[in-house]
């Protein structure tokens, strides 16, 4: 397979090699050449295997320049118990991401797919635990080092340190909002004392660290020389990974392959949803893709509207589902170039123009008109309705869900079809909002076991300014 830059203007690579390089030297994101196609047979015949030999039927169709054997070895080494399920045994894929169904609503049952069970109780962790092995095993491969430059608005970051922690050849500089995190997403990332890991505290929001993630990106000699590497969703390995569980979920509330599914996806920088995208494209029989955001509503209002209108950070706000404070997503721009019907010249037009004028309108373009196809759907999410969902979830089902899950519950309930499943991603687990979970129901969130003293341990982490330059000078500093 060989893949394809959204700007247009970048050669095609194979996926070892975009794996390691993160962002397409043009500033655009990678796509695959095409989306292999799977029939209702296929699909059918993936009934009742594994997560991993599941997974492996998916990336062996995307990942071709890595031996069979050597993926199956690790995929399997990647989606065990013992990190998914806290060493329940896992014999089948319904135990790694098992569905929590809710009940019937609307003529229809709807359920929650629960991701995030993994080491840093959000579904990060399905993706980034695979990416580390693979990291490991490609610089083995080619004899390199990796320097990671990472943003977080809260999960990310957390997820790619623990699953990069002890990884030989591996520097993890991970970038966060300082102040807007919630306290225990902070001690999740600050607390780890690893040599490999650097935190530095931004004085700004997500979108000023994505920002710097991208400027330094788009330095191709301090790439080059430093080794740059990502970890973001901008990283394919990271979307195609995510891919498998819209598989998996559909696979374990249907029987067969002519039944339908929909999923509602808690958004924020796109990443998780264009998984699901992508999983259509690929023939999986999905319904409708609903995209629910929180007060920070761009992709609702683009979906709405046909207007792309990116907020700056002043516009930010910060919010009680906080990893979804974002305002630029990143992989929007992969959804628009299959939208512009893979035009990367237009594709790139669009997004100098986010960068000049703050967004784009499609409204009145002929592509506008083609989106019904997508199957896209959206909704907001506002403090208030969290708390209320939050509440209702607990009382009529006896389920506590954390803020995030909860904006993607409110906006499912608005797109309920009889006889067509909704699940809604199970984006992280309430402890890490423990706050809000506390003002919803006035008691605390289970802790799992081993966590309950984080944020009493001692915390290691730099302030930085919202700066490239600083950024890079930190970078230089500390590489081996
Ligand atoms: C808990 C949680 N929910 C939802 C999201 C939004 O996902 P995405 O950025 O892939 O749209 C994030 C961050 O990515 C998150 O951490
Ligand atoms: N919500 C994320 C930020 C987006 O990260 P991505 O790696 O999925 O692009 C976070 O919690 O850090």
Same mark, same amino acid.
């Given at each position: 397979?060989?893949?394809?830059?959204?700007?247009?203007?970048?050669?095609?690579?194979?996926? !070892?090699?975009?794996?390691?390089?993160?962002?397409?030297?043009?500033?655009?994101?990678?796509?695959?050449?095409?989306?292999?196609?799977?029939?209702?047979?296929?699909?059918?015949?993936?009934?009742?295997?594994?997560?991993?030999?599941?997974?492996?039927?998916? %990336?062996?169709?995307?990942?071709?320049?890595? *031996?069979?054997?050597?993926?199956?070895?690790?995929?399997?080494?990647? @989606?065990?118990?013992?990190?998914?399920?806290?060493?329940?045994?896992?014999?089948?894929?319904?135990? &790694?991401?098992?569905?929590?169904?809710?009940?019937?609503?609307?003529?229809?049952?709807?359920?929650?797919?629960? %991701?995030?069970?993994?080491?840093?109780?959000?579904?990060?962790?399905?993706?980034?635990?695979?990416?580390?092995?693979?990291?490991?095993?490609?610089?083995?491969?080619?004899?390199?080092?990796?320097?990671?430059?990472?943003?977080?608005?809260?999960?990310?970051?957390?997820?790619?340190?623990?699953?990069?922690?002890?990884?030989?050849?591996?520097?993890?500089?991970?970038?966060?909002?300082?102040?807007?995190?919630?306290?225990?997403?902070?001690?999740?990332? @600050?607390?780890?004392?690893?040599?490999?890991?650097?935190?530095?505290?931004?004085?700004?929001?997500?979108?000023?660290?994505?920002?710097?993630?991208?400027?330094?990106?788009?330095? %191709?000699?301090?790439?080059?020389?430093?080794?740059?590497?990502?970890?973001?969703?901008?990283?394919?390995?990271?979307?195609?990974?995510?891919?498998?569980?819209?598989?998996?979920?559909? !696979?374990?509330?249907?029987?067969?392959?002519?039944?339908?599914?929909?999923?509602?996806?808690?958004?924020?920088?796109?990443?998780?949803?264009?998984?699901?995208?992508?999983?259509?494209?690929?023939?999986?029989?999905?319904?409708?893709?609903?995209?629910?955001?929180?007060?920070?509503?761009?992709?609702?209002?683009?979906?709405?509207?046909?207007?792309?209108?990116?907020?700056?950070?002043?516009?930010? !706000?910060?919010?009680?589902?906080?990893?979804?404070?974002?305002?630029?997503?990143?992989?929007?721009?992969?959804?628009?170039?299959?939208?512009?019907?893979?035009?990367?010249?237009?594709?790139?037009?669009?997004?100098?123009?986010?960068?000049?004028?703050?967004?784009?309108?499609?409204?009145?373009?002929?592509?506008?008109?083609?989106?019904?196809?997508?199957?896209?759907?959206?909704?907001?999410?506002?403090?208030?309705?969290? &708390?209320?969902?939050?509440?209702?979830?607990?009382?009529?089902?006896?389920?506590?869900?954390?803020?995030?899950?909860?904006?993607?519950?409110?906006?499912?309930?608005?797109?309920?079809?009889?006889?067509?499943?909704?699940?809604?991603?199970?984006?992280?687990?309430?402890?890490?909002?423990?706050?809000?979970?506390?003002?919803?129901?006035?008691?605390?969130?289970?802790?799992?076991?081993?966590?309950?003293?984080?944020?009493?341990? *001692?915390?290691?982490?730099?302030?930085?300014?919202?700066?490239?330059?600083?950024?890079?000078?930190?970078?230089?500093?500390?590489?081996?």
């Amino acid at each position: 397979m060989r893949y394809q830059s959204t700007r247009g203007n970048s050669p095609q690579q194979s996926f !070892l090699e975009i794996l390691l390089g993160g962002l397409a030297p043009d500033g655009g994101l990678y796509l695959p050449s095409h989306y292999p196609q799977i029939s209702k047979a296929q699909l059918d015949s993936w009934r009742g295997l594994s997560y991993a030999d599941l997974a492996y039927e998916i %990336l062996s169709l995307y990942c071709d320049d890595i *031996p069979d054997t050597d993926l199956r070895a690790l995929l399997r080494k990647t @989606y065990t118990a013992q990190v998914y399920c806290n060493g329940r045994a896992a014999d089948s894929a319904q135990d &790694i991401t098992p569905i929590h169904w809710l009940g019937e609503e609307q003529g229809t049952r709807i359920g929650l797919l629960s %991701l995030s069970n993994g080491p840093t109780l959000a579904f990060k962790d399905m993706a980034m635990q695979l990416l580390g092995n693979l990291f490991e095993y490609a610089l083995k491969r080619a004899g390199q080092q990796l320097n990671i430059l990472g943003a977080t608005s809260g999960d990310t970051g957390s997820a790619a340190e623990y699953a990069m922690r002890g990884k030989e050849g591996v520097t993890v500089f991970m970038l966060s909002p300082r102040g807007k995190m919630s306290a225990f997403q902070s001690a999740q990332m @600050y607390s780890l004392q690893d040599p490999n890991i650097f935190n530095l505290a931004v004085g700004g929001v997500f979108d000023d660290c994505q920002d710097i993630v991208k400027a330094v990106s788009n330095d %191709l000699p301090f790439k080059a020389k430093n080794q740059i590497g990502t970890v973001n969703s901008i990283n394919w390995g990271r979307v195609v990974a995510q891919v498998i569980y819209y598989f998996q979920g559909y !696979l374990l509330a249907t029987k067969s392959s002519n039944e339908k599914v929909s999923f509602t996806v808690p958004s924020g920088n796109f990443g998780n949803v264009c998984a699901g995208h992508i999983a259509r494209m690929m023939g999986l029989p999905i319904e409708h893709l609903v995209v629910a955001t929180n007060e920070n509503d761009v992709l609702d209002e683009f979906y709405k509207t046909g207007v792309y209108r990116a907020r700056k950070s002043a516009e930010t !706000l910060h919010t009680s589902s906080p990893s979804m404070d974002i305002s630029k997503a990143s992989n929007f721009e992969r959804f628009i170039f299959d939208l512009m019907s893979q035009d990367g010249q237009a594709t790139a037009k669009l997004f100098q123009q986010v960068e000049s004028q703050g967004g784009f309108d499609l409204s009145k373009d002929s592509v506008y008109k083609t989106m019904a196809k997508y199957g896209f759907r959206s909704g907001r999410s506002t403090h208030e309705n969290r &708390i209320a969902t939050i509440q209702d979830i607990d009382q009529r089902y006896g389920v506590v869900i954390d803020t995030h899950t909860a904006d993607g519950v409110k906006v499912a309930r608005e797109h309920l079809q009889a006889g067509i499943p909704m699940l809604v991603l199970e984006t992280a687990l309430p402890i890490k909002f423990e706050e809000t979970i506390l003002e919803a129901l006035g008691r605390p969130a289970d802790c799992p076991k081993g966590l309950e003293g984080i944020k009493s341990l *001692p915390q290691r982490v730099v302030n930085i300014d919202a700066d490239v330059s600083q950024v890079k000078s930190f970078i230089t500093d500390h590489v081996n």
